[in-house]
Nanobody, 127 residues
């Protein structure tokens, strides 16, 4: 079983940047496709970005393309979300998720596909 812990959230002004990290423990990290989701008050949890087991494939929701990047370091059991040019609409709790999969190139885009979740980290972007 994998445990996930996010870090790096906080308060930032519009146009600023944050780097979120998600550290995994308790499993073989390279067996997991990873995703970042976010949930704003009153809204459903939605995918932001995803990355395949070995990092060969990535997915970005349209609203973050060109602003966010995702990377993973399997040696450090960590996935990163670099968020640039942040906007107030990016304000949400950001969750890291892991999907146990044997298929190296697949991405997963809905919450029910994922097996493990972190507790979340708050990102607040002020205007």
């Amino acid at each position: 079983q994998v445990q996930l812990v996010e870090s790096g959230g906080g308060l930032v002004q519009a146009g600023g940047s944050l780097r979120l990290s998600c550290a995994a423990s308790g499993g073989t990290f390279s067996n997991y496709a990873m995703g970042w989701f976010r949930q704003a008050p009153g809204k459903e949890r939605a995918v932001v970005v995803g990355i395949s087991r070995l990092g060969s494939s990535t997915y970005f929701t349209d609203s973050v393309k060109g602003r966010f990047t995702i990377s993973r370091d399997n040696a450090k059991n960590t996935v990163y979300l670099q968020m640039n040019n942040l906007k107030p609409r990016d304000t949400a709790v950001y969750y890291c998720a892991a999907k146990d999969t044997s298929i190296s190139g697949l991405l997963y885009r809905v919450p029910r596909d994922y097996d493990y979740w972190g507790p979340g980290t708050q990102v607040t972007v002020s205007s």
